[in-house]
């Protein structure tokens, strides 16, 4: 049985740095790709970043391009992001989720419980 568990999350201010992990257990090797996504208030959840888990390949959302980065660690099986230059509009729900790949929640089988993120002026 997979499961996903984010920590990370508190209140930052804005301009500030904040770093989200993600730690997977169970059988994590039958999907290809992690990625991030996060919810705010009254909208829908949105794609953040993509990893794949055997390739270097990488790829963000617009909003976020420059600003966070996104990693794994293999061997703790456990994914990153890293987030710096926080905006107010990056507050949210982070989510972490296992799947296939792609920017949509549909393609993701697997999600964690989420961590929330405060960014405060």
């Known amino acids: 049985q997979v499961q996903l568990t984010e920590s990370g999350g508190e209140l930052v201010q804005v301009g500030g740095s904040l770093g989200l992990s993600c730690a997977t257990s169970?059988?994590?090797?039958?999907?290809?790709?992690m990625a991030w996504f996060r919810q705010a208030p009254g909208k829908e959840r949105e794609f953040v970043a993509v990893?794949?888990?055997?390739?270097?390949?990488?790829d963000y959302a617009d909003s976020v391009k420059g600003r966070f980065t996104i990693s794994r660690d293999n061997a703790k099986r456990t994914v990153y992001l890293q987030m710096n230059s926080l905006k107010s509009e990056d507050t949210g729900v982070y989510y972490c989720?296992?799947?296939?790949?792609?920017?949509?929640?549909?393609?993701?089988?697997?999600w964690g419980q989420g961590t929330q993120v405060t960014v405060s002026s």
């Open positions: 989720a296992l799947g296939w790949g792609g920017a949509t929640a549909n393609g993701y089988d697997f």
């Open positions: 169970g059988v994590t090797f039958t999907r290809p790709a």
């Open positions: 990893v794949a888990l055997t390739t270097t390949y990488t």
